[in-house]
């Protein structure tokens, strides 16, 4: 599960990603800061199993903090694009390779406006400029790379197999190019294709295969007005509003022991040794808290995750009756899996060999037998019977 942060320059992907990861990045007032590519791990937050269950659990793959779930998922922040990136502008668009096997594409915006397309500061540039604009890009990039094999994917019978492995880097199925090619009436054998269809072909596979959330960011800078105008312009396409700066400054602060912090919960308390100015920024933050519901950092990640991509949870265990593994420990790991997985797509995700050698499965919370075929609920704890060792 990988989180892409995409964007133009200096709208705060950087200061996103390390309020996300606890990893320290550059972070700069002007374009261009990141080059290279950050990797991090970020937690999405789920009320525990354990609470349902009322027991205590003994968490392995995660970690679980008063009753909520932090499960790790992949995070990947990268240099801002700008417009004609694909013509070499800015850092150009070749460090999308490294963005594009992300699962789900968190676009972050000035919602303050106070930055332009490029990222220099400007009076007031409309967000929904830039949203355009990376949908444009994006969509140039991989029309390239279809247009760059042309000749050799007109040369195959199996052209639409062609694509397909030419694009694998996006982590589409073949069920997806068949479906971006009818949804831009494209027949997919024998391409033979102008940049016009390779685009349209692009944008209806962004659509399919790579869901968009914007993060309306630098909102303790916006307005409650720029994102209601945001949403009315982009429809479908869901808006969190978030401030990377203040989820940042929190996180550091309580890093460094001058307040307790739980972004789940959104509880702030500050610690006697805080000194005057901190105590005063502290306020202020959590007035932000309080006014918005959150600095919404931690909401990008779960929308992404169970909104977006439709995720749920499963606690596999080997003993049902005490819901744990064979050391004892309770509800060891908290899996996300696509909605619509079976016991057995569990049983994968647990090892090949058990899968393989899979009998049945128990729902631990009813004791009751369950098939392999049996689709998993949000939060099931499952333990799998296999003849495996
Ligand atoms: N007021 C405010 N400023 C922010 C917020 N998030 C980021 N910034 C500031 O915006 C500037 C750019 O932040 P970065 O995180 O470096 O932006 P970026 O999108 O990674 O920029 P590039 O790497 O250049 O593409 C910095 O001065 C940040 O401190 C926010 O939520 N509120
Ligand atoms: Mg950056």
């Known amino acids: 599960m990988i989180i892409g942060l995409i964007g133009a320059p200096n709208k705060g992907k950087s200061t996103i990603f390390s ?25 999405v937050a789920k009320r525990c199993a354990e609470v349902e269950l009322g027991v205590k659990c003994k968490p392995r793959n995660s970690t679980c903090k008063n009753g909520t779930r932090h499960i790790p998922v992949n995070v990947i922040d990268v240099a801002g694009l700008v417009p004609g990136a694909h013509l070499g502008k800015g850092m150009g668009n070749q460090f999308l390779n490294d ?8 676009q972050v915006v000035d919602i303050s406006g106070k930055t332009d397309i490029n990222g220099s500061a400007t009076d007031y540039s409309d967000p929904y400029l830039e949203i355009e604009m990376i949908r444009k890009e994006l ?36 069920v997806d190019i068949h479906d971006a090619g009818s949804r831009s009436s494209l027949t997919l054998s024998n391409i033979n ?3 016009s269809d390779a685009i349209k072909f692009a944008e209806a596979l962004l659509k399919i295969n790579k869901p968009m959330l914007i993060a309306a960011n630098k909102m303790d800078k916006g307005s409650e007005e720029a994102v209601n105008k945001l949403r009315a312009k982009l429809g479908n396409i869901p808006v969190v509003e978030c401030s990377g700066a203040i989820e940042l400054a929190l996180s550091k602060a309580a890093k460094s ?27 202020y933050m959590d007035k ?56 057995y797509d569990l049983a994968m995700r647990i090892h090949s060999d058990i899968a393989k050698s899979m009998k049945y499965a128990v729902d ?18 499952i333990k799998i019977v296999s003849s495996a060792k």
Do not use: C
């Open 288 to 343: 932000y808290v309080k006014k918005h519901g959150g600095t919404g950092v931690q909401k990008i990640i779960d929308y992404s995750v169970f909104k977006l991509l439709g995720n749920i949870v499963a606690y596999p265990v080997e003993d049902e009756t005490h819901y744990a593994d064979h050391f004892g420990n309770v509800l060891p790991d908290a899996l996300l899996m696509k909605g619509g997985s079976t016991a």
């Open 19 to 43: 309020a996300m990861t606890s990893i320290d990045v550059p972070i700069a007032d002007y374009a261009f800061t990141t080059i290279n590519p950050n990797l991090g791990v970020a937690h």
């Open 257 to 283: 022991g001058v307040i307790d912090y739980d972004s789940s919960s959104n509880a702030i308390t500050v610690k006697d040794t805080a000194k005057k100015e901190q105590k005063d920024a502290i306020e």
């Open 99 to 106: 963005l594009i096997s992300a699962d789900v594409l968190v």
């Open 364 to 381: 631990a919370k009813s004791k009751m037998r369950i098939q392999k075929e049996y689709v998993l609920k949000d939060d099931d704890v």
């Open 193 to 195: 294709w102008a940049k």
């Open 139 to 174: 969509a140039e990039w991989i029309a390239g790379i279809i247009l760059k094999q042309m000749p050799s994917l007109q040369r195959r019978s199996d052209s639409d197999v062609g694509l397909h492995e030419l694009l694998t880097g996006l982590k589409a199925s073949l």
